[in-house]
């Protein structure tokens, strides 16, 4: 629980004339729930995308279980255990949910063209299948699983999209505000839902504007303001700074 799995040194991401991150440095425990926080263009979602591979840091470094992957493609981090759910829930609405998450075990499944021809990857198949059922159990939607993504409620589509990406078995799991445009009773069951996964052995960063969910959830909290990192600390440490209320929390009060 003390190794740090993902650790942000001194990064700084520039687009033309704008810094959208100055120098951060924060690190995440493996098992963890750390909330990543702060106001509108404060650089969370650059912060991901730079972990995710989208952007490559203009300096600095991000290491992963003690490897750099600054510049590597997506697809590459994502091999390498981190997932990122986004703030728009993004799914196949035409396909049914067992379907959507048949998908998330893609890189798992490198089919061989032959094989595919001669019927010889119907283990793998079966395997993928399994694989399904065993996170749509786990997630709650196994009763869903004929059911087209499109005819879900907002809050099993937030939970399909965790499915998903919990196929592709990953070590990391990069959360964008899950809890967006949610009642408080799809709140809370979200909420169950993190500390599931988190409880399965996953780590998680998670970028939320719902406090109720962040304090509820995260043990430790990373705050940034305009690229910057403004402090550090456990929920009541953060919900008591005043550097942190008048940037922050005075407004999402």
Request: hydrophobic share 45%.
């Given at each position: 629980m003390d190794n740090p799995i993902l650790e942000i040194d001194s990064v700084t991401k520039r687009f033309g004339g704008l810094t959208a991150l100055n120098e951060v440095n924060f690190s995440v425990k493996a098992g963890e729930i750390r909330g990543l926080i702060g106001p509108?263009?404060?650089?969370?979602?650059?912060?991901?995308?730079?972990?995710?591979?989208f952007y490559t840091?203009?300096?600095?470094?991000?290491?992963?279980?003690?490897?750099?992957?600054?510049?590597?493609?997506?697809?590459?981090?994502?091999e390498?255990?981190?997932v990122r759910t986004f703030q728009e829930t993004t799914l196949f609405q035409e396909l049914t949910v067992f379907e959507n998450v048949l998908v998330g075990?893609?890189?798992?499944?490198?089919?061989?063209?032959?094989?595919?021809?001669?019927?010889?990857d119907r283990a793998r198949q079966t395997a993928a299948a399994q694989k399904v059922e065993e996170v749509l159990e786990f997630m709650g939607l196994a009763d869903r699983r004929h059911q087209l993504a499109a005819e879900l409620p907002l809050g099993s589509q937030r939970a399909l999209a965790?499915?998903?990406?919990?196929?592709?078995?990953?070590?990391?799991?990069?959360?964008?505000?899950?809890?967006?445009?949610?009642?408080?009773?799809?709140?809370?069951h979200m909420m169950d839902l993190t500390r599931r996964v988190q409880?399965?052995?996953?780590?998680?960063?998670?970028?939320?504007?719902?406090?109720?969910?962040?304090?509820?959830?995260?043990?430790?909290?990373?705050?940034l303001?305009?690229?910057?990192?403004l402090a550090e600390g456990t929920p009541e440490e953060v919900r008591n700074d005043k550097r942190v209320i008048d940037a922050y929390l005075g407004g999402a009060a």
């Amino acid at each position: 629980m003390d190794n740090p799995i993902l650790e942000i040194d001194s990064v700084t991401k520039r687009f033309g004339g704008l810094t959208a991150l100055n120098e951060v440095n924060f690190s995440v425990k493996a098992g963890e729930i750390r909330g990543l926080i702060g106001p509108n263009g404060a650089g969370k979602s650059t912060m991901f995308k730079n972990i995710a591979g989208f952007y490559t840091p203009t300096s600095g470094d991000i290491r992963y279980q003690g490897r750099s992957i600054s510049g590597l493609k997506p697809h590459s981090i994502a091999e390498m255990g981190i997932v990122r759910t986004f703030q728009e829930t993004t799914l196949f609405q035409e396909l049914t949910v067992f379907e959507n998450v048949l998908v998330g075990c893609h890189k798992h499944a490198r089919i061989n063209l032959f094989a595919a021809i001669f019927g010889l990857d119907r283990a793998r198949q079966t395997a993928a299948a399994q694989k399904v059922e065993e996170v749509l159990e786990f997630m709650g939607l196994a009763d869903r699983r004929h059911q087209l993504a499109a005819e879900l409620p907002l809050g099993s589509q937030r939970a399909l999209a965790i499915a998903i990406a919990l196929a592709s078995e990953p070590k990391l799991m990069l959360m964008d505000e899950p809890f967006a445009g949610m009642n408080p009773e799809e709140t809370n069951h979200m909420m169950d839902l993190t500390r599931r996964v988190q409880e399965s052995g996953i780590t998680i960063v998670l970028v939320e504007h719902d406090m109720k969910a962040v304090m509820g959830l995260c043990g430790y909290l990373t705050v940034l303001n305009f690229g910057q990192l403004l402090a550090e600390g456990t929920p009541e440490e953060v919900r008591n700074d005043k550097r942190v209320i008048d940037a922050y929390l005075g407004g999402a009060a």
